[in-house]
């Protein structure tokens, strides 16, 4: 079985779409363990199994992101960036091409880590030691966060310079070591020398503290979008699944927030694995538990104050790791993957590749327009939070970046702000916010204005 698994691995080309059927579960290998992709993967359960989805779409849909036809190419840099991501450890022309990348900068470290992949696990275990990367990083980088903000467009990319999968691995860390030295490197490209994985759902569980205790030195890289945005494109993605049949493709039946004494699962009450909910989309709740601003009295008065994990209840995880940290809208610009380079000592990141990830299955007749005048109430009813994030990134959260001698790095924090600034306000121009915070509907304004489709 675990040989056929393997084979089955090495067509990296095939797009599988395992629709939550355990008779079509890929296999990997780790170690003397053979670990399938399970349907029933939960937050606070990552144990000895592993779930592979398509961006955004959670540990309860599993789907591998290698389909040519979500691939929108774009003009490609100088650099022939196919034979980077293509070219294995034969081939010369990759290696040449890799090493312009890599430029004059000192990377012995990272060639030499190989070596030294023993050292980091306790003895006689495959768990990792407690800070076993104190020598340099052994994951450079994780795309932790967060679902629906442009995560596999960033994850592509990266595959330029480290050997990935192409979907988000959402397993133990100690896991993700194994696969990013002893599996992908044979798949993906032995002549690359920098690591990394892709779990979007990171940010809002405990596998940020899983991070921190054992490799404090990997980046952990994270996207925002408008929240309504957000979860307009999640929402959707899930109708396109027929996911939303469990909630009666009404998303009224998650505007509830979780409550004491209630099981909660990636911020929202569980409903039959489905995880996608209005408090997910405060973005600024999972981010100060980061712990990289100071949580001050008047900090926790703009951080959902009013829930069970917010205000004055939030916990800061003390977080060692550091951070980027970008908008998805800048994921078009330069500055951005030039800020990447530099903060990964490379010449350049090639990024010509966009992926959207719209689900494996079309059901647009469940598609909704979140700028319908039936959606007028859930805006509502999110609109306080998002406010509440651009309120929070610019006077606590980008203040941090600016300063040269913290751990989170934003690529231009001046951009950021007017950004973020954008959240203040519904994208549908129906609403418009009273001094005590609520939105309600502007009647003066007849004509809906269109929220754009990512």
């Excluded at 995880?317 to 940290?325: D, G, S």
């Excluded at 001046?414 to 309600?440: F, H, M, Q, S, W």
């Amino acid at each position: 079985i675990i040989l056929v698994g393997l084979v089955f691995l090495s067509l990296s080309n095939i797009y599988i779409s395992l629709n939550g059927s355990e008779n079509n579960a890929e296999l990997y290998t780790h170690q003397d363990n053979v670990i399938s992709l399970d349907t029933d993967v939960d937050d606070n359960l990552f144990t000895t199994r592993e779930s592979v989805t398509r961006e955004g779409s959670e540990v309860v849909q599993h789907h591998i992101v290698s389909d040519p036809g979500n691939l929108q190419q774009h003009d490609a840099p100088p650099i022939n960036s196919t034979q980077i991501i293509n070219g294995n450890a034969t081939d010369n022309a990759a290696h040449n091409m890799y090493s312009q990348l890599l430029g004059s900068f000192n990377h012995k470290h990272k060639e030499s880590r190989n070596a030294t992949y023993a050292s980091w696990f306790k003895n006689g275990t495959d768990k990792l030691k407690h800070n076993a990367d104190s020598e340099g990083p052994i994951l450079d980088f994780v795309i932790a966060g967060f679902a629906k903000c442009g995560t596999t467009t960033v994850d592509a990319n990266l595959g330029y310079l480290a050997p990935m999968l192409g979907g988000d691995i959402c397993a133990p860390i100690s896991q993700i070591v194994y696969y990013a030295y002893k599996h992908w490197p044979d798949l993906y490209g032995k002549h690359k020398i920098f690591r990394g994985s892709k779990c979007p759902q990171y940010i809002e569980t405990s596998s940020m503290k899983e991070l921190s205790n054992y490799l404090p030195r990997t980046t952990i890289i994270i996207g925002i979008r408008h929240p309504v945005l957000w979860f307009q494109s999640f929402w959707n993605m899930q109708a396109s699944r027929g996911k939303t049949n469990v909630v009666k493709n009404d998303p009224y039946m998650v505007t509830f927030p979780c409550v004491s004494g209630k099981p909660c699962s990636l911020m929202c009450p569980r409903i039959r694995k489905f995880h996608v909910c209005l408090h997910r989309g405060r973005f600024h709740v999972a981010l100060a538990a980061l712990g990289k601003t100071a949580l001050s009295d008047e900090e926790r008065k703009i951080l959902a104050p009013n829930d069970i994990d917010g205000g004055k209840n939030l916990i800061s995880n003390n977080i060692r790791n550091p951070i980027f940290l970008y908008e998805q809208m800048e994921l078009s610009e330069d500055y951005v993957w030039d800020e990447m380079a530099e903060h990964f000592n490379v010449t350049t990141i090639p990024h010509d590749k966009y992926v959207s990830s719209h689900g494996g299955r079309s059901n647009n007749n469940l598609s909704i327009d979140f700028c319908e005048e039936r959606m007028d109430d859930f805006r509502a009813m999110m609109m306080p939070y998002a406010y509440e994030l651009s309120i929070w990134m610019q006077d606590y959260f980008i203040p941090v970046a600016k300063d040269e001698s913290s751990s989170v790095t934003v690529p231009n924090p001046d951009k950021l702000i007017a950004l973020v600034e954008k959240y203040k306000k519904d994208p549908c121009g129906r609403l418009y916010r009273l001094k005590n915070g609520t939105y309600v509907l502007n009647t003066n304004i007849t004509p809906i204005i269109e929220v754009a489709r990512r």
